[in-house]
């Protein structure tokens, strides 16, 4: 036996350890839920997931293993043993044989989705493909099926009105949800060049969502049929060498049909949600948490939905998706179809429901089914930080400033007194958090902003910087990897679940470079350029944008108003310092800035002491002097090797540097 394979047959037997354990974790967990329910003691408790976490984040430090590793691990753990615990307290699919219809042949990402609902009782559940989604309806309605499966909802294209019309009138009621990542690909019969395809074939809804895709193929032309699975099987049996499909990889590989390109579709997070539909509504356990769904029409006058709305938030009850239909044969009116977070078992919820018919003139429970999504527990950043090397520092109280006169209204407190709080894939950014944004000036290589990503979320930073359009000072200087260097910081960010933030240049590239930054940088030479501010407040993406270098707070605050004058209200406003006859630093810091802007406008607020200092050694002061003055974060560059940097190494910190500032900012 070589090295390789010695080495590999331990690797083998450390997995069968892994395996061992996790099976006997999950044995704990099914002991554990029968505990409870003798205690009456909820599935979760948030703050032992907490404890769980930090003590386990330690441990692994001890052992050289990342926090973040820790931590997705855990999280899947911690997930499963969640998920086992409530399918211990839930009836429907136990008691099998299961009978399950879905629209589509086998493959079909209906299917999909009726596998992985009914996963833990897949020995005991058939499936069926019907032609439409109405026959959905109709053979769970007959008794021809115990459940059916019905798209509701997709990332890209919306609600899908059919499903909502059908569900106005079917004698159904929702007992579960699934949500499917929906993956697609393009299949051929053989392995063919991009360029000979001709004809791509698929369901309506998959074509749209690879429209880019498609699009950037020569002469070639999108074919709708009835389902994904139905074109996979039509491609092979037309045995056409220009003809391809787009569907799911299980679907290519039931009808054997190659992968010609994987992960095609436009967005990156492409999501569908499916109902679960039975004869019956299902009782669910008070300790899972759950959805609830209603359909109600209100009466054609001022208010009237208003009111009915008022009602659900007396009760403090959260929706999380309000849609109108129009009514078939009463033109401009509406049935609403709302879900929200509780229980019908709920006696707050119950009572809310009795208020709400009164208050509309119909009202259709669909019923309340466990909610898809299980919030992930987060170890508090001050643990991560804290992992950092010992040293001390202490911050300052926040002096108070004066009002000034304004030129801008809606960035203005007296617009909106309380503070924005901007919320970018969990991090929310404004109001009494701290955030730190790290990252390298820019993005420069796979292996740089990985190393970067990596390190930042180990030491507790929340969000990803990296620069792939570069405004520099000479034309000669580098000037970033551009839409390369994106793809390659939104994969970084992917890997270490970190948001990231660029900076974007020019308004054309503002719509292209939103498909992936999940916030949009405009630096301090564009502060004032219009049509930039102008293009990015047509954006959804939050803009981080920065003081212009010689520019007042008032002409700061009015280029922030462009961007919410054009309907985006996500700006977060950056410090950066500027220019002053003071040569020893590259800009002036203008800590002053911070209170009387805080007082000023409602924006989240943050200081980047890197540019401000032009110098490594002056970052972390400069840093630790920013935080006494009450921002609501940070935005640092640090590097691998800062001494190679293609931009800005000197300001750059070393990551040790980096991890020594992370631990003194959240120690203080
Ligand atoms: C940057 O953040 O990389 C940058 C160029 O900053 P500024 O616009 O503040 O100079
Ligand atoms: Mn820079």
Do not use: W
């Not at 939905?305 to 009463?330: D, W």
């Amino acid at each position: 036996m070589d090295e390789v394979d010695k080495i590999r047959s331990e690797i083998n037997l450390v997995d069968e350890r892994i395996l061992e354990a996790l099976a006997n974790r999950r044995k704990l967990a099914e002991q554990i839920i029968q505990a409870k329910e003798v205690a009456g003691s909820p599935i979760r408790d948030f703050s032992r997931e907490e404890r769980l976490l930090a003590d386990l984040i330690a441990k692994g430090r001890g052992q050289g293993l990342d926090a973040h590793l820790v931590t997705r691990v855990f999280h899947e753990i911690i997930d499963d043993s969640i998920r086992s615990q409530q399918l211990h307290l839930l009836d429907y699919g136990k008691t099998g044989p299961n009978r399950v219809a879905f629209q589509g042949i086998e493959g079909a990402y209906s299917e999909l989705a009726g596998r992985k609902h009914f996963a833990p009782y897949l020995d005991q559940t058939v499936f069926t493909g019907v032609d439409t989604l109405e026959q959905v309806v109709n053979s769970v309605e007959d008794g021809d099926v115990d459940y059916g499966l019905l798209p509701v909802e997709t990332t890209t294209a919306g609600s899908i009105n059919e499903v909502y019309d059908l569900l106005s009138v079917a004698q159904l009621s929702i007992v579960g949800e699934e949500v499917l990542r929906v993956e697609h690909c393009l299949l051929a019969i053989d392995d063919v060049p991009l360029a000979n395809i001709r004809q791509i074939y698929s369901h309506p809804q998959a074509l749209a969502e690879c429209m880019k895709f498609v699009a950037k193929l020569p002469n070639c032309q999108a074919m709708p049929y009835a389902d994904s699975a139905m074109a996979v099987k039509k491609v092979r049996d037309g045995q056409d060498l220009n003809a391809a499909a787009i569907a799911s990889e299980e679907a290519g590989k039931l009808y054997g049909l190659k992968v010609l390109r994987r992960n095609i579709e436009d967005q990156q997070n492409n999501f569908t949600r499916f109902l679960i539909l039975a004869r019956k509504p299902s009782a669910v356990d008070l300790r899972i948490p759950c959805k609830t769904s209603l359909i109600m029409a209100t009466s054609h006058e001022e208010g009237s939905l208003l009111r009915a709305l008022s009602l659900l938030h007396e009760y403090k009850i959260n929706l999380t998706k309000l849609e109108s239909r129009p009514i078939p044969g009463m033109p401009f009116q509406y049935i609403f179809y709302i879900d929200f977070e509780g229980n019908t078992a709920e006696a707050r919820i119950g009572e809310a429901i009795e208020k709400l018919r009164s208050a509309t003139t119909s009202l259709k429970v669909l019923g309340s089914y466990p909610a898809q999504h299980r919030a992930k527990t987060s170890p508090r950043v001050e643990i991560l930080a804290s992992g950092a090397p010992e040293t001390g520092a202490e911050a300052p109280e926040q002096p108070a400033g004066k009002k000034e006169k304004i030129g801008y209204k809606l960035a203005s407190r007296d617009h909106k007194p309380d503070d924005t709080i901007i919320a970018v894939r969990g991090v929310r950014i404004g109001g009494p958090g701290f955030v730190v944004i790290a990252g390298p000036c820019a993005v420069e290589s796979r292996e740089q902003i990985h190393k970067c990503a990596r390190y930042v979320r180990e030491c507790g930073g929340q969000v990803l910087r990296g620069g792939c359009f570069k405004p520099r000072t000479s034309p000669y200087s580098f000037q970033g990897l551009g839409f390369e260097g994106l793809q390659m910081l939104a994969e970084a960010g992917r890997e270490y679940d970190l948001p990231i933030v660029t900076e974007v240049l020019s308004p054309a590239d503002v719509e292209p470079v939103a498909r992936y930054a999940d916030i949009l940088q405009i630096g301090a030479r564009n502060m004032q350029n219009f049509s930039l501010l102008s293009e990015a407040g047509r954006s959804n993406r939050p803009v981080l944008l920065k003081r212009g270098m010689m520019s007042t707070m008032d002409e700061f605050l009015n280029a922030a108003e462009y961007i919410l004058d054009r309907g985006n209200h996500q700006v977060i406003l950056c410090e950066r310092g500027i220019r002053t006859f003071e040569t020893a630093t590259r800009n002036t810091l203008d800590l002053g800035s911070i209170p009387i802007l805080k007082r000023l406008t409602h924006l989240p607020i943050l200081v980047d002491p890197s540019h401000a200092a032009g110098k490594r050694e002056l970052v972390i002061p400069l840093a630790l002097a920013a935080h006494a003055v009450g921002p609501h974060g940070l935005i640092v560059e640090m590097h691998p090797e800062p001494e190679k940097a293609l931009s800005d190494g000197p300001q750059a910190l070393h990551f040790s540097e980096f991890a020594d500032l992370m631990r003194r900012i959240y120690q203080s």
